[in-house]
């Protein structure tokens, strides 16, 4: 299993101000996620963090946007760039080991409020 | 594209019955299926997976089953009690590597 700790927990912005979230895992994980989850709605997948290169971004997600960084196999940062009210939202890290088909592990959140 | 339909938003049942919740998928030849769990202000957490030759798995109180067939997923919870309150998460994949979508969930209610 893995531990996922992410930080801030919460954390009130002002518009057009970016803001850059850290997520820690407890061991080495093969894959890591970010996703973003609006009040009362599901997750939707950002980006996937890849190890030592540039981040695959979903459809309607950019690297201008949100750029992720994952320089090691238990790190990955996630910038919300220039936000607006509109990015309020709770981002969650993932995290999946050992490289086979298995669970994710999520990280409790990061509540972002934009004004 | 791809879709993901969870039966309803919303499924109020009484303690001690059995819930049961479906998911739903189009455009999908998932190897696998993941059925996690939601509480308020937390992460998900995952519960089972069953993968595309296993027609049901059971852990406890829970049983998900897999029609490749209907694309259906179904999940049980038997013996149901206020502490399975929660939203429940689907999440069918086509192979090990790819990230997880997942349908929109379904809230559980289980009353006293």
């Known amino acids: 299993s893995a531990v996922i700790s992410q930080k801030p927990s919460r954390d009130i912005c002002q518009r057009g101000t970016s803001l850059t979230i850290q997520c820690q895992v407890d061991?080495?994980?093969?894959?890591m996620f970010w996703y973003r989850q609006q009040p009362g709605q599901s997750l939707t997948l950002i980006a996937t963090?890849?190890?030592?290169?540039?981040?695959?971004?979903e459809s309607g997600f950019v690297i201008d946007k949100f750029p992720i960084s994952r320089p090691n196999l238990t790190f990955s940062t996630l910038t919300v760039s220039n936000m607006s009210p509109e990015d309020s939202s709770i981002y969650l890290c993932?995290?999946?080991?050992?490289?086979?088909?298995?669970?994710?592990?999520f990280g409790e959140g990061s509540r972002l409020t934009v004004l | 594209s791809q879709k993901i339909e969870q039966n309803s938003e919303a499924l109020n049942i009484q303690e001690g019955k059995t819930a049961t919740l479906t998911c739903n998928y189009t455009?999908?030849?998932?190897?696998?299926l993941q059925w996690y769990r939601q509480d308020p202000g937390r992460g998900p957490v995952f519960l089972l997976l069953i993968r595309e030759n296993e027609k049901e798995k059971r852990k406890e109180r829970l049983k998900v089953t897999f029609d490749t067939t209907l694309k259906q997923s179904l999940f049980h919870i038997t013996a149901s009690q206020p502490a399975d309150s929660a939203t429940y998460l689907c999440a069918p994949a086509n192979s090990g590597n790819t990230p997880l979508v997942f349908g929109k969930g379904t809230r559980l209610s289980v009353i006293a």
């Open positions: 963090a890849n190890q030592g290169s540039e981040a695959t971004y």
């Open positions: 993932s995290a999946a080991s050992g490289g086979k088909v298995g669970e994710l592990f």
């Open positions: 455009n999908y030849s998932p190897a696998y």
């Open positions: 061991s080495q994980v093969t894959m």
